[in-house]
């Protein structure tokens, strides 16, 4: 199993939702893969979509994980984990689901997935911002144990408000 290979096992399946958790690999992204998240991202994203060069930097860099999930050969999601040095605390800086794909359970491994990277990393807590419209969002992060802690007026390019949220990792709680 390729997420297997890249240590997610177990961590790759809805526990929450066994009888329609999507039989997914989950592994880093790699280069090849920049087509694919390039269309994810215009298909996910209808504003502060991240440009090609940010991925392709994403992709090569030592402090961002930038994790994918296939069915078969296709990419259908994709999260990006980022930490800073020095700090316990690791970002979910986006996570999409192919619209084809959406309200599968798919977000919910995805998350799962990226708070496994952001503990493996030695990280103890992740967060994450979401628009305050982002009903699927909201209700993946809050139905997983996150707890939101700060609200950024005009955070995002069309002047939206985004909601910060908040997990501590490794406890048990939430997912
Ligand atoms: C947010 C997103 C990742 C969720 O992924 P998903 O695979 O659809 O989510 P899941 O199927 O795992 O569902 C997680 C929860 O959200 C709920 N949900 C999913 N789609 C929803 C929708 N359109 N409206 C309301 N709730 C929704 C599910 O019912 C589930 O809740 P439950 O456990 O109470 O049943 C996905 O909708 C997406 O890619 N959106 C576009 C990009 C985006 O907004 N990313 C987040 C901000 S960076």
């Known amino acids: 199993m390729e997420d297997r290979v890249s240590g997610y096992s177990g961590q790759g399946r809805a526990s929450g939702h066994p009888a329609r958790a999507p039989a997914v690999a989950i592994r880093p992204a790699i280069r090849e893969d920049l087509d694919a998240l390039m269309a994810l991202e215009a298909a996910a ?18 402090s961002i994980s930038l994790l994918v999930a296939l069915d078969e ?9 980022e930490r800073r040095r020095g700090s316990r605390h690791a970002r979910l800086s986006s996570i999409a689901v192919a619209p084809s794909r959406a309200g599968t359970g798919l977000g919910r491994v995805l998350l799962q997935a990226a708070e496994a990277e952001a503990l493996a990393r030695g990280c103890d807590s992740l967060r994450l911002e979401v628009r305050e419209d982002n009903g699927a969002g909201i209700r993946l992060y809050e139905r997983s144990g996150y707890r939101r802690f700060e609200t ?5 390019e069309d ?10 990792l ?4 939430g997912g």
Do not use: C, M, N, Q
Request: charged share 25%; glycine share 10%; net charge positive.
């Open 170 to 173: 490794g406890t048990g709680e």
């Open 45 to 62: 994203f209808a504003t502060d979509r991240a440009e090609r060069r940010a991925i392709r930097h994403a992709i090569g860099s030592p």
């Open 152 to 156: 950024v007026p005009d955070y995002y």
């Open 73 to 81: 050969a296709v990419l259908v999601g994709a999260a990006t984990i």
């Open 159 to 168: 002047g939206t408000t985004a909601w910060r949220y908040e997990k501590a």
